[in-house]
């Protein structure tokens, strides 16, 4: 994901070859400056950068192509079927059922009958 970002960028010390190589070789970082004695040891670093623009097209490309085509067929399309039954089924043995003030509830007396016996 992007979360929306143009660019990601970081910085690697000048000496270390191997955060060098794996942001660059691998992960397709470009080397944007150098900034001078950016470490508090005085040591020079390389600023990186990583533009999204390409990565943001090539999930739009994955995306478009992981959609279905169409509806299920064979087996899997019986299924579907049968499950589509089941469920209108279902629906047509439910039945709406009216509470509460709908039945006179809110007249109801409250009674203790408890004293009387």
Excluded: C, P, W
């Amino acid at each position: 994901e992007t979360f929306q970002s143009h660019y990601v960028s970081l910085h690697v010390r000048i000496s270390n070859n191997a955060a060098l190589r794996l942001y660059r070789d691998t992960l397709g970082f470009e080397n944007d400056k150098i900034e001078a004695k950016y470490y508090a040891d005085g040591e020079d670093a390389y600023s990186m950068r990583l533009d999204l623009s390409s990565v943001r097209e090539e999930l739009r490309e994955a995306e478009g192509a992981d959609q279905d085509e169409g509806e299920a067929v064979g087996d899997e399309g019986k299924q579907a079927a049968e499950e589509l039954a089941k469920q209108e089924e279902v629906k047509e043995k439910l039945r709406k059922v009216r509470i509460g003030r709908g039945l006179g509830v809110g007249e109801l007396v409250e009674r203790d009958e408890s004293a009387k016996a």
